[in-house]
């Protein structure tokens, strides 16, 4: 791609998108961007110099971006071919591309640690990054989610060799990178509206590692279901929680604290305190010090930083704690990830009731995996459903949060409305509140957590 002055973003309001207009925004040039609708992050965006229009009509696009020489495109897969702003730069000759081969021409330039897996991804690159940071060693730093650390999902840095990228498998977009270190963290089927069937999905996984440079590494999981196809001169190497090249051993949990010992191929760094005390972050943080590890950083700032890591918003954000109540968010929106989740708070809170309200995410989701998500929901004490949050998708028939319920073992579940739960939250009888979803059940949780400290008082 040629350099331009102006970079113009269809589907800007996304999180991964925001990282590259803030890429962008640090090198100089002209940004600007279509969302369907305002929020928080476009509002943090324009603050920082994107110029945003939420209608489709051309004729909002800034005269700036208007001259195909100077101006390129950036869109992401979730945008429909009938946009009308994308039609008309598509019709007016303009380079259009998609986002994931703006990070794979940011690949090419640095050595590039790329995070893929169905989950896992956001939280293990976010601490990746974290490290690298804290090191003083720097990344730029393109990620799915905001780090409370920082206060952006895109860290910056003039001098060093490195990226971290979350390689995102929908759509196949990770397959536009070039990853010098790839950390697989699981391969359970997902997105099979895009790519059909699980074995599609694993050969996608395994052509992924095919585009690992030579002198590079692959980390991966244990026990997955995948055959890698790495290069002669790529190494490769596993991590778990308990066995593999890299793993955790002597975890100690207590005073809400975890401990625990970061054993590598060579060597074993003792003590490491995981600033985001929950079962999960132990492999997550095996999976980050891993890559982190084979990039020469040092195991003083990999031990300071998994100990001040805050984690991504909306990946197991407390909200509120008080003696008597919790409110925790999560993103999780796959079934194996909603187990996770939900024994985690279990794991923390082990005598309280536990309440979980999810929002479904994606009718083709629900579809192919409503038992799964049964499954998962029956462990918690009491479960309220929301209606399926669609994102890109139009209405499957006969696909409602009602294939999830039916199925749900727990004896109190219901399914309400977004508008009827705020309306019940008082009748709500939970001692730890946990939510969870990809959609945007955290626009409900500022009224939650508000109603909730009214009963306190």
């Known amino acids: ?12 309001g996304g999180i991964g998108m925001a990282a590259l207009e803030r890429y962008f925004l640090s090198k100089g040039k002209k940004v600007a961007a279509y969302d369907r609708t305002p929020s928080e992050l476009t509002a ?65 330039h640095s050595q590039a640690l790329c995070f893929a897996g169905t989950h896992g991804k956001t939280t293990t690159s976010s601490m990746a990054a974290h490290i690298l940071e804290v090191s003083g060693i720097g990344s730029n730093a393109f990620l799915g989610g905001v780090l409370r650390n ?18 995102d498998e929908f ?57 890698p196809r790495i290069g002669d001169e790529v190494r490769c190497y596993t991590y778990s929680l308990s066995e593999g090249d890299f793993h955790a051993a002597n975890v100690r949990k207590g005073n809400g604290n975890i401990v625990f010992d970061f054993v590598t191929p060579d060597g074993v760094i003792a003590d490491v305190n995981l600033g985001v005390p929950v079962d999960i972050n132990i492999e997550n943080a095996v999976a980050a010090m891993a890559a982190c590890h084979l990039a020469n950083v040092p195991a003083d700032a990999m031990k300071e930083a998994i100990g001040s890591f805050m984690g991504p918003k909306r990946r197991f954000e407390f909200w509120l704690k008080t003696p008597n109540k919790v409110v925790i968010d999560d993103y999780a929106h796959h079934p194996d990830e909603l187990r996770a989740s939900i024994r985690s708070v279990k794991s ?17 989701r629900t579809r192919d995996f409503a038992p799964e998500f049964a499954a998962a929901l ?29 199925d749900v073992k727990c004896p109190n579940k219901k399914i309400y409305s977004k508008e009827n739960l705020l309306k019940s939250i008082q009748n709500l009888n939970f001692e ?26």
């Open 150 to 167: 920082y206060g952006s999902n895109f860290l910056l840095s003039d001098s060093s060799p490195y990226s971290v990228i979350e390689a």
């Open 378 to 406: 029956s462990e918690a004490d009491e479960l309220i459903l929301l209606p399926i949050y669609p994102a890109r998708e139009l209405p499957i028939e006969g696909v409602n949060s009602e294939l999830i319920l039916k």
């Open 171 to 227: 759509d196949r977009s990770f397959h536009h990178l070039k990853p010098y270190i790839a950390v697989i963290t699981s391969t359970d089927a997902d997105h099979l509206d895009i790519y059909g069937t699980y074995e599609n999905y694993l050969e996608s996984f395994a052509h992924f590692t095919e585009l690992i440079r030579p002198g590079g590494a692959l980390i991966v999981h244990t026990g997955l279901d995948l055959k």
């Open 44 to 108: 943090a965006l324009e603050a920082e110099g994107v110029d945003f229009a939420y209608d489709e009509n051309p004729a909002l696009i800034p005269d700036y971006c208007r001259d195909a020489n100077t101006t390129l495109v950036v869109y992401t897969p979730a945008i429909p071919d009938s946009h009308a702003g994308l039609q008309w730069f598509r019709s007016h000759g303009f380079e259009v591309v998609k986002r994931a081969k703006v990070l794979g021409v940011v690949t090419e």
């Open 432 to 457: 730890v509140l946990l939510t969870v979803g990809a959609g945007d059940i955290v626009n409900l949780l500022p009224e939650i957590c508000e109603e909730v400290k009214k009963q306190q008082h």
């Open 348 to 364: 923390l809170y082990p005598n309280r009731r536990l309440t979980v309200i999810f929002q479904p995410h994606l009718y083709s």
């Open 1 to 12: 791609m040629k350099d331009f002055d102006c970079i113009y973003f269809v589907g800007g």
